[in-house]
T-cell receptor, first 115, second 112 residues
């Protein structure tokens, strides 16, 4: 299957700082990538859809100015959590597919802890 | 709004026992996918079902898609400790078919 690499896997940051998370598709081009958030023992909640060459589309209730998404190329999308607060602590996971309603390939996830 | 629920939420079995998780959608789905997430890990794709009434097997795992394409099940025969994890079903969203809506998940623990 295709490989999606996410970095960093873990990050601890202080309140008020920003954190950037990278998501790369290593062996295929992804015009669309997805960013999810997962709280402990809960399901995956889609935050936003990252589109190469255009603005990301955000799900209802997700602040676009807080969660900045940049899809700079067909293999790289980044999520920046700006002015992080403890309530932003969570597991963030990206995914990509090869197009259409096919299987999704997930990155390893980033566990963010804001102290 | 569209919902995908799974039951049970949690199951603890003795190694060697069978396990089943059920997935129920509020809407008809064009396909259903199953993912496994190990503790501390990320979801990994297991299978996709497309046809009404479809049944697929992967070794000890049997996946079924309901006739009405609104429900699905995953059955594991003779569980092993390596089966531990959370199993999610997922289907295309009503409002955007290239986005997935995930079920609530079933967490499986296996006693050795």
């Amino acid at each position: 299957g295709a490989v999606v690499s996410q970095h960093p896997s873990r990050v601890i940051c202080k309140s008020g700082t920003s954190v950037k998370i990278e998501c790369r598709s290593l062996d295929f081009q992804a015009t669309t990538m997805f960013w999810y958030r997962q709280f402990p023992k809960q399901s995956l909640m889609l935050m936003a859809t990252s589109n190469e060459g255009s603005k990301a589309t955000y799900e209802q209730g997700v602040e676009k100015d807080k969660f900045l998404i940049n899809h700079a190329s067909l293999t790289l999308s980044t999520l920046t959590v700006t002015s992080a607060h403890p309530e932003d602590s969570s597991f963030y996971i990206c995914s990509a597919s090869m197009g259409g309603p096919t299987e999704a390939f997930f990155g390893q996830g980033t566990r963010l802890t804001v102290v | 709004g569209q919902q995908v629920m799974q039951i049970p939420q949690y199951q603890h079995v003795q190694e060697g026992e069978d396990f089943t998780t059920y997935c129920n959608s509020s809407t008809t789905l064009s396909n259903i996918q199953w993912y496994k997430q190990r503790p501390g890990g990320h979801p990994v794709f297991l299978i996709q079902l497309v046809k009404s009434g479809e049944v697929k097997k992967q070794k000890r795992l049997t996946f079924q898609f309901g006739e009405a394409k609104k429900n699905s099940s995953l059955h594991i025969t003779a569980t092993q400790t390596t089966d531990v994890g959370t199993y999610f079903c997922a289907g295309p969203r009503e409002d955007s078919s290239y986005k997935l809506i995930f079920g609530s998940g079933t967490r499986l623990l296996v006693r050795p």
